[in-house]
């Protein structure tokens, strides 16, 4: 049979009901499992058989939104972590410890800024950053012998650039190290990071994956395809034995698995941020409808992002979609469909102006949100970053007059009429 295709896979991808079983994929609100023998159930925390026994490691219905989610990126495994924050702390930490080093793109998610430049450095791990589009001899500079990963966002957010993944991971395996990839916008629908090489991606389900502003969530997805034990001196997590499990080591004993059953068995078991079953439902739900609300939200960002363009009153746009866009060869290349429904733009005018602006919108709500059914805005200037000066602002790469717009699922030409009366009621 030809491989499914990637709305089949939203579907069902990863529960296959038997007889008599639900059709929708089931709630396991339970924290812990049966087992017969004191045997068996000694087994499972040997890791020496497969089976559930505490939540806390791993829950059925995680699980299966795991595999689908495994599916749609063409990887092996998957595991669903708590947050997005989850999914890039535990990604990183599965392979770096004290002493490690990541080279990272500057251009990512503030949350995730946050984690790799303050909060890494607390515990021993050292992160250099540089520009996505530096040349090849910069970004090369910033590798040592410590270096265990690169970290990169497939479509930034809030400054939607396109990555070009096959230089990156060209890179990152010349020097011996696996490269992760958050490709929280564009989802698996628009972008598939394993096919171009990549790793390991990670998501904030939060976003499209859900997309229906219910619940915080993340996913790791491995490819499976980095040789851990061909960089043996640099992995000892994954090629050497493991004392708390008996001596056990994760690469020899699971293959292609060894990276999601490590970070199930020993970031879950010690730092516990695994993903409520429950919203793991709501996920799947979303998940259900991902190939058609993604593709609703890039026909109709792609509307409002041309409109924009021809307005005298818009200072500047950033919408990878738009032919004019410095980022559109990549976006043509790795994501053809479309890259996702958020976009960055700046009005004529400053901060007033655009606070006027907003203030107008009547349908577009104001919110710290992106990606969902509902279009949103925000205006880092005066929201996530108003603690800033617009010298500090520029300091950090962002204009003062930035908005970051995201089209939901409303008609586009409500969406657009509000932008329009909003911008003249503004003046
Ligand atoms: C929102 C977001 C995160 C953080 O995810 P949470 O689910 O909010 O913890 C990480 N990366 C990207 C690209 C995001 O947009």
Redesign the pocket.
Known sequence: MKKPGIGTLCVHAGYEPKKGEPRQMPIIQSTTFKYETSDQMGALFDLEAAGYFYTRLQNPTNDMVAARLAALEGGVAGMLTS??????FFACLNICEAGSHIVSTAS??G??YNLLAVSFKKIGIDVSFVDQDASDEEIEKLFRPETRAVFA?TV??PGVRVLDIERWVKIAHSHGVPIIV?N??PTPVNCRPIEWGVDIVTH????YLDGHGTT???AIIDSGNFDWMAHADKYPGLTTPDASYHGLTYATKFGKLAYITKATAHLMRDFGSIQAPQNAFYLNLGIQTLHLRVKRCCESALKVAKMLQSRPEVKWIRYSDLETDPDHANQLKYCPDGSCGVMAFALKGGRDFANRFMDNLKLITIETH??DCHSCILHPASHTHRQLSDEQLAAAGIDPDLMRLSIGLEDADDVIADLIQAIDNAK
């Open positions: 947050s997005g924050q989850a999914a890039n990512i998610y949350g995730t966002e930034t957010n958050d929280t916008f904030s389900t939060t976003k915080v969530g993340g992106v990606a």
